[in-house]
Nanobody, 119 residues
Framework: QVQLVESGGGLVPAGGSLRLSCAAS????????MGWYRQAPGKQRELVAR???????NYADSVKGRFTISRDNAKNTVYLQMNSLKPEDTAVYYC?????????????WGQGTQVTISS
């Protein structure tokens, strides 16, 4: 059984920083991509950042220059370093991964971690 376990959320003032982590566990053969999405109250879930095999990244325009996604392949872990946080970054942040289990691919979600930025 595959699990994505997030950590690192919390409450910080505007201008502060947080680092989110997401560790994938289970009978994983390989990981094609990992990323972070967020969902604010009353809004749709949106892509924040994504990193694919080989290290190529893409970011939402709203976080470019402030957030950095990285990945530790040996630990099956993805990180999201968030700097210069703004109140509009407040949301539940979800880890997402495209995993290969045996020879079958699948898309998986974590349970979410709350990020709250105070003004």
């Amino acid at each position: 059984q595959v699990q994505l376990v997030e950590s690192g959320g919390g409450l910080v003032p505007a201008g502060g920083s947080l680092r989110l982590s997401c560790a994938a566990s289970g009978s994983i053969s390989s990981i094609d991509a990992m990323g972070w999405y967020r969902q604010a109250p009353g809004k749709q879930r949106e892509l924040v950042a994504r990193i694919i095999r080989g290290g190529r990244t893409n970011y939402a325009d709203s976080v470019k220059g402030r957030f950095t996604i990285s990945r530790d392949n040996a630990k099956n872990t993805v990180y999201l370093q968030m700097n210069s946080l703004k109140p509009e970054d407040t949301a539940v942040y979800y880890c997402n991964a495209d995993l290969i289990i045996g020879y079958k691919g699948g898309n998986y979600w974590g349970q979410g971690t709350q990020v709250t930025i105070s003004s």
